[in-house]
């Protein structure tokens, strides 16, 4: 059973009248939490595509290069994103819904929020409302200041990267330090550690931008300590 026949059924299990908001409360089971995932981006991502009084084609298209969306899955796809534009609950209850269901270590609340940054981006323009909500959905996650500018380097093209925020490294660690914390990024990164996390097989080329990111990062780093 594909990710948005789970989803679909999730949709058809509210009442009339139900926001969306509501199948959280209905999404408890360790099997559920690909399905709370996946809502979770999709609805937070409509949020967000207001956030700068436009919604555009590509971000739309956006959600397209974070899960795989055969056609026959289209409209259960669409189906959420517009229940979620409608809905009269703000951006915060679904982030703080999120973070309560995927609170702890090894929860996929980063990996969330990084969908967030990849939807944000879609159009090529970071704007100052997006960032003002991406920062506050971070807060409600539970990401400190640092925790955010880290992710936030990894997709937002400012002047110039500090390979050492996007690996959220400190410029007077040993390299051997930061070579370790590089693979600790690695290592979470693998396909594995993601499905492991909850995440749908659809999303997990959601991770490849982190992935490039990290390791170009670590490659800048590493020319730089051995010059």
Same mark, same amino acid.
């Given at each position: 059973?594909?990710?948005?026949?789970?989803?679909?059924?999730?949709?058809?299990?509210?009442?009339?009248?139900?926001?969306?908001?509501?199948?959280?409360?209905?999404?408890?089971?360790?099997?559920?939490?690909? /399905?709370?995932?996946?809502?979770? /981006?999709?609805?937070?991502?409509?949020?967000?595509?207001?956030?700068?009084?436009?919604?555009?084609?590509?971000?739309?298209?956006? *959600?397209?290069?974070?899960?795989?969306?055969?056609? !026959?899955?289209?409209?259960?796809?669409?189906?959420?994103?517009?229940?979620?534009?409608?809905?009269?609950? +703000?951006?915060?209850? #679904? &982030?703080?819904?999120?973070?309560?269901?995927?609170?702890?270590?090894? +929860?996929?609340?980063?990996?969330?929020?990084? +969908?967030?940054?990849?939807?944000?981006?879609?159009?090529?323009? #970071?704007?100052?409302?997006?960032?003002?909500?991406?920062?506050? /959905? &971070?807060?409600? *996650?539970? *990401?400190?200041?640092?925790? *955010?500018?880290?992710?936030?380097?990894?997709?937002?093209?400012?002047?110039?990267?500090?390979?050492?925020?996007?690996?959220?490294?400190?410029?007077?660690? @040993?390299? !051997?330090?930061?070579?370790?914390?590089?693979?600790?990024? /690695?290592?979470?990164?693998? @396909?594995?550690?993601?499905?492991?996390?909850?995440?749908?097989?659809?999303?997990?080329?959601?991770?490849?931008?982190?992935?490039?990111?990290?390791?170009?990062?670590? !490659?800048?780093?590493?020319? !730089?300590?051995?010059?």
């Amino acid at each position: 059973m594909s990710i948005w026949t789970r989803i679909a059924d999730a949709l058809a299990a509210l009442r009339s009248g139900e926001p969306l908001s509501a199948v959280f409360d209905r999404l408890r089971t360790p099997r559920d939490r690909s /399905v709370a995932f996946t809502i979770s /981006v999709i609805a937070l991502g409509a949020k967000m595509a207001k956030a700068d009084g436009l919604v555009t084609r590509d971000e739309v298209a956006a *959600f397209r290069d974070v899960f795989t969306i055969a056609r !026959e899955d289209e409209r259960a796809a669409a189906r959420v994103y517009n229940l979620a534009r409608q809905d009269i609950a +703000g951006f915060e209850d #679904y &982030a703080a819904r999120a973070a309560a269901m995927f609170s702890g270590p090894d +929860g996929p609340l980063e990996d969330l929020l990084e +969908g967030l940054f990849h939807i944000a981006m879609a159009d090529g323009d #970071y704007h100052p409302a997006e960032n003002a909500f991406l920062a506050r /959905v &971070a807060e409600l *996650f539970g *990401f400190d200041e640092r925790a *955010f500018a880290r992710m936030r380097a990894r997709f937002v093209p400012d002047a110039e990267r500090d390979p050492y925020e996007v690996l959220g490294a400190d410029p007077a660690m @040993p390299v !051997e330090e930061i070579r370790q914390l590089w693979r600790t990024h /690695v290592r979470q990164t693998h @396909p594995d550690a993601l499905a492991a996390r909850g995440l749908p097989e659809e999303a997990v080329r959601m991770a490849e931008a982190r992935m490039v990111a990290i390791n170009h990062a670590w !490659e800048q780093i590493r020319a !730089e300590r051995d010059a």
